[in-house]
């Protein structure tokens, strides 16, 4: 099966489950779609565009492996998601979280081959690392487990956030650095993000067992600053880029607007104990504003414009 087809079909399903689920966008189940979001129809463009024809031995057959049972497992997450938490919305989790972990055994081997240079690829190959986490958040979510203690919103939260922030942001800021590789901006983007990521995992985890509300407020900044980065970065391309394709460099303009819209709404967030004319911008409304910004606005954006335009332009070539 080809990849576009993968992605009208995923589209096709993706739609009907949100279409009869979610009531709203401040809807708890909303997460859930967006989760759905990136397996459906979001992981195939990523797929195609962090395909590493260098890969041989183990990471080439994991590749094919998880190229063949990708889609029926980001199927069978439907059904997770159709059911309540337990034993059987844990069973149909888990092929995803298997297609997760696999990725990121891929991610370790290819850093294993390259090191970690170039920046653009380690941070292509960390980004598949990363997802696994997500996959481990989603098997607590649909197993009904409190990691923690933490709340199930935040469990679910956690498992979309290492889906988007965890694979798409770093993917996508190591695209704009290839494309882009003697800008500063875009490299120090890319660090950031790289560190952004797991600090904003421990910001949160430390908030949770009762640490200083710095260490959050600052893990999260790191990776408010490095979105910015790329966000800045996708806006150049746009507007640079004259031998891409028109649609490519939209798609660029309104993931970039997207994004840097999104991340202040991160920062604000973060900041929320700082700034008490923030109280208002509570879980509902991150889910709502804050998620479908980064999830429709930016990652499905600005994976189509990478998408339409061209390997050769991923590839900075």
């Given amino acids: ?145 409190s990691p923690l203690g933490f709340a199930p919103d935040i469990v679910l939260l956690t498992a979309v956030h290492f889906h988007f922030a965890g694979l798409v942001l770093p993917v996508v800021a190591g695209l704009a650095l290839n494309r882009r590789p003697q800008s500063r901006i875009a490299q120090l983007a890319t660090w950031l993000v790289l560190l952004g990521v797991p600090l904003v995992a421990v910001g949160i985890t430390a908030t949770q067992l009762g640490g200083p509300a710095w260490v959050e407020l600052l893990a999260a900044w790191v990776l408010v600053l490095g979105g910015w980065g790329v966000a800045w970065e996708h806006l150049a391309l746009a507007v640079q880029e004259r031998r891409v394709h028109r649609l490519a460099r939209a798609l660029w303009l309104v993931a970039g607007i997207s994004l840097g819209l999104g991340m202040l709404l991160a920062g604000l967030y973060a900041s929320r104990m700082f700034l008490p004319a923030m109280g208002w911008l509570d879980i509902p409304w991150m889910r709502a504003l804050h998620g479908t910004l980064n999830a429709m606005g930016f990652s499905l954006l600005a994976l189509l414009g990478w998408c339409r335009a061209g390997r050769a332009c991923c590839s900075g070539k």
């Fill in 1 to 145: 099966m080809t990849t576009p087809l993968k992605v009208r079909i995923g589209a096709a399903a993706w739609c009907a489950f949100a279409y009869f689920s979610v009531s709203s966008l401040h809807d708890g189940r909303w997460a859930e779609a967006m989760l759905l979001l990136a397996a459906l129809v979001l992981m195939p463009m990523a797929w195609t565009l962090v395909r590493d024809f260098e890969d041989t031995g183990w990471a080439a057959r994991l590749w094919r492996f998880d190229l063949q049972v990708h889609f029926p497992a980001a199927l069978l997450l439907v059904f997770a998601f159709l059911l309540p938490p337990g034993p059987g919305a844990l069973l149909c989790a888990l092929p995803w979280a298997a297609v997760l972990g696999i990725m990121a055994v891929d991610g370790y081997l290819r850093i294993r081959r390259h090191g970690f240079s170039p920046l653009g690829l380690l941070c292509r190959d960390v980004g598949l690392i990363y997802a696994s986490v997500g996959g481990a958040w989603l098997l607590a979510d649909r197993g009904g487990w």
